[in-house]
Nanobody, 122 residues
Framework: VQLQASGGGLVQPGGSLRLSCVVS????????SGWFRQAPGKGREGVSS????????YYGDSVKGRFTISRDNSKNTVYLQMNNLKSEDTAVYYC????????????????WGQGTQVTVSS
């Protein structure tokens, strides 16, 4: 089981990035998936998740209206479109998956990717 996150980088405030998470070793359609982030000196925070059952989505309050999670089961890939980025979005972003749990609590997820750095700065 492997999750490979990519798409991070340096962007100016107000800019956009799209993160991708390619899953191998299992079928993404059978798992709930989510994005989390961790800023220096802070705990891991739930950003967004998407249900395997009906595709329902959840977002943290700080990213609602700016970030959009989606997935392409045919490509076994989960995406996070991030718009209107702010300096406080700077963090390492991780994708995660779980067969049974869904939501924004990182403790509920069993499988994790390696993280991709997002830096928002002028």
């Amino acid at each position: 089981v492997q999750l490979q996150a990519s798409g991070g980088g340096l962007v100016q405030p107000g800019g956009s990035l799209r993160l991708s998470c390619v899953v191998s070793g299992f079928n993404l359609k059978d798992y709930n998936s989510g994005w989390f982030r961790q800023a220096p000196g802070k705990g891991r925070e739930g950003v967004s998740s998407i249900s395997m059952i009906d595709g329902s989505t959840y977002y943290g309050d700080s990213v609602k209206g700016r970030f959009t999670i989606s997935r392409d089961n045919s490509k076994n890939t989960v995406y996070l479109q991030m718009n209107n980025l702010k300096s406080e979005d700077t963090a390492v972003y991780y994708c995660a998956a779980d067969r049974h749990s869904h939501g924004l609590d990182p403790d509920f997820y069993d499988f994790w990717g390696q993280g991709t750095q997002v830096t928002v700065s002028s």
